[in-house]
């Protein structure tokens, strides 16, 4: 790739180049200062924060707000830091993403290769299901979620993010399977393969990077929501959003910005992790599906 | 009772009906080409054949077996499809067996018919390949070869040469050939190339707009088509159609048109039918083959009913083997088939002959033969 598209590259002088490289650095630097006032402070001592600069090196490195955030801080009642919150918050984001991904790359197949009556119509709907604001739900998905007995629990909060997180993953699939050749389904069924062998050997194995926007996708979305979490969770369920609110709100002691600052690195670490491993299949595959198309 | 037979088969899309009641039988062991403009109903019919497509009413048989509703995988066919339809993430080798492993075939015999198709096809070295690391050839017989691993009753191909670039459709073409040669095993196959459809078939339906215009042999299509839509577009150059006045004198029939120079040209007609003299006075169009319109020495030595005529030339095209010679005889363009030393020189008169055994009538309103 990178030799190929040499030729084609735009030659710009020295001086240009040199600008340009300046430009990006500034932005760089302009993004880069908040993480780094997070994670400068949270190697500090609190005594350090309060009375000094923000921007200050840590002048004794310290790895006890960290500690502290992830198993000790006070949250809601007990002290227990944030380390059942985060794995709530996996017990939560795995399913949710899984089932999500996987009904959505199901009825993009179900919609682009066994077109029946009405399936755009029912398509449109599917898409509606992306724009409908979370706030409207809130009070009809409370009654369901009673009415299941699923009222406080993990997987009351995966099905409320499978069921919001079908539409878009739907719509991702079925752009992406319909560049998919029918040739290819049709030479399948003749070989005698049926509905979910084509779908399991033929179609699956193809869909690499639609299957990485998908998760990507889905899981910054559940892992950062907080709406969702503080509605309906209880807590023994509450996802890591909501306790990191409640380590930040809690209204006795002093403040300890360190641990907060260790606290809320943690709860988005995951999420940076996800889009450092995958973030380059992401451009890749939601480009997949319009070039081909 | 053929070993595949459509009978009475239409299909329709709500309303509209793109196949008019379609009936064609087909023995074991025959060639049969559907070839057609595009959009008449070839990959359709195909695909009912193959179970992909419905049948709105009528029926198809396979060996006697009525398929209408028959599942793909249980009319024992296999298809080869225009782009190939090779699973992008499965090798050559699994392309190939994969068909033999959802029938349930055990291993060790999927490899061994694998084995043997691969040697047969010559890719053998092709076969841990994924599809995408091959040419457009090699593609082509993998396709192939994923059809002829599971021996099927009917081999099915939708233009499966049409991706190719010309040498190589050529090829692929004999390869085709000597398969069906070897193997006798029944085969249809779509295409919009009219030579493709002469050099490959033993049997060719034409079919223009839903309906087969004329079904038969290359020979019959070739040389007596049915109407005029199957005359052009059989043939290439396409045959010359000329008005021409019918005049019956006794037993004896000629056709009269007009020259480039104004004169009245009389040419006779070999054994008339009595619905040709039936026609005395009117016009009807004649149809002549390039290669039965040539100079004189050029002319078939065997027919015996060579007319010779004056006419001037508007433009040669040297072909190699042959030069095309264009001329106006009865206000239409006419293309001669002359040899590669030819005398005849744009704007000059020259000596063209009529081989008018060959030579076939149509209805100017009908369009159809007068047979
Ligand atoms: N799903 C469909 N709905 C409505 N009409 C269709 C559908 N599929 C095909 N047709 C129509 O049926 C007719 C025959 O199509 P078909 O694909 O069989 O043509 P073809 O002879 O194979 O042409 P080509 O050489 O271009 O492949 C066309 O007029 C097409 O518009
Ligand atoms: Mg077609």
């Not at chain 2, 009906?17 to 008019?20: G, I, P, S, Y």
């Not at chain 2, 090779?86 to 499965?90: C, D, V």
């Given at each position: 790739m990178s030799v190929a598209s040499q030729d084609t590259t735009i030659r710009t002088g020295r001086v240009t180049r040199a600008l340009i490289y300046l430009t990006l650095l500034l932005f760089a630097l302009f993004y880069l200062m908040p993480l780094f006032v997070m994670v400068v402070n949270s190697l500090k001592p609190l005594h350090e924060i309060t009375s000094g600069n923000m921007m200050a090196l840590p002048e004794v490195w310290t790895i006890e707000p960290w500690r502290k955030a992830w198993s000790e801080a006070q949250i809601g009642v007990q002290a227990t830091g944030l380390k059942p919150y985060f794995w709530n918050s996996i017990k939560m984001v795995v399913p949710a993403v899984f089932l999500s991904t996987m009904l959505g790359a199901l009825n993009g197949y179900v919609l682009t290769k066994w077109r029946f009556r009405g399936d755009t119509i029912l398509f449109g709907l599917m898409l509606f299901a992306c724009f409908i604001p979370f706030q409207i739900v809130l009070i009809p998905m409370a009654r369901v979620l009673g009415i299941f007995g699923l009222a406080g629990t993990t997987w009351g909060l995966v099905l409320v993010h499978l069921v919001y997180g079908i539409g878009f993953t739907t719509l991702y699939f079925r752009n992406y399977y319909a560049a998919f050749p029918t040739e290819l389904v049709r030479a399948a069924q003749i070989d005698g393969a049926g509905f979910f062998q084509i779908f399991w050997r033929i179609l699956l194995p193809s869909s690499g990077p639609i299957i990485v926007v998908s998760v990507i996708w889905q899981f910054t979305n559940i892992w950062n929501d907080f709406l969702f979490g503080a509605s309906f969770a209880d807590f023994s369920s509450q996802p890591m959003t909501v306790a990191l609110n409640n380590l930040v709100q809690s209204s006795h002691g002093v403040k300890e910005y360190n641990v907060h600052f260790a606290a809320a690195i943690l709860a988005a670490l995951p999420t940076l992790l996800v889009y450092i491993v995958a973030g380059r299949y992401f451009v890749r595959g939601l480009m997949a599906g319009s070039v081909k198309g | 009772m053929g070993f595949l037979d459509i009978d009475n088969t239409t299909k329709s899309y709500g309303p509209v009906?793109?196949?008019?009641e379609i009936d064609i039988t087909v023995e074991e062991g025959e060639f049969l080409v559907l070839v057609g403009p595009s959009g008449c109903g070839k990959s359709t019919l195909l695909n009912m054949i193959a179970g992909l497509e419905e049948i709105t009413s009528g029926e198809i048989r396979i060996k006697d077996q009525v398929m209408n509703g028959v599942h793909p995988s249980k009319r024992n066919i296999a298809m080869v499809f225009q782009s190939y339809a090779?699973?992008?993430?499965?090798t050559v080798g699994q392309n190939i067996t994969f068909g033999l492993e959802m029938h349930g075939v055990p291993k060790a015999e999927r490899d061994k018919a694998m084995n043997d198709v691969a040697q047969l096809l010559q890719i053998e070295q092709l076969l841990d390949r994924k599809p995408g690391q091959l040419s457009g050839g090699q593609r082509q017989r993998v396709a192939m070869g994923r059809a002829l691993?599971?021996?099927?009753?009917v081999f099915l191909f939708d233009e499966?040469?049409?991706?190719?670039?010309a040498k190589l459709r050529v090829d692929m073409r004999t390869e085709i050939k000597k398969l069906h040669h070897n193997l006798g095993t029944t085969i249809v196959y779509v295409t919009h190339d009219q030579i493709e459809a002469m050099t490959l078939s033993t049997r060719i339906a034409v079919m223009n707009g839903g309906y087969v215009q004329q079904l038969g042999t290359p020979k019959e299509i070739y040389d007596t088509p049915s109407n005029l839509f199957v005359a052009t577009f059989m043939g290439s150059p396409s045959m010359n159609l000329i008005p021409v006045k019918l005049r019956v004198d006794g037993e004896a029939v000629v056709a009269e048109t007009e020259s480039s120079e104004g004169d009245t040209l009389s040419l006779s007609v070999p054994n008339p039918s009595a619905r040709l003299k039936s026609y005395n006075g009117q016009t009807v169009t004649m149809g002549v083959r390039p290669e039965a319109l040539t100079d004189a020495e050029g002319a078939d030595h065997r027919s015996t009913h060579i007319e010779k005529v004056l006419n001037k030339v508007t433009v040669t095209e040297p072909a190699g083997s042959d030069t095309f010679v264009t001329t106006t005889i009865g206000g239409a363009e006419c293309v001669a088939r002359m040899r590669a030393d030819t005398e005849a020189t744009p704007e000059e008169v020259t000596e063209f002959a009529f081989n008018m055994e060959k030579a076939v009538f149509f209805d100017p309103k009908s369009e159809d033969r007068i047979v």
């Open positions: - | 009906e793109v196949l008019h090779l699973y992008p993430n499965m691993v599971r021996n099927p009753d499966p040469l049409s991706n190719l670039d």
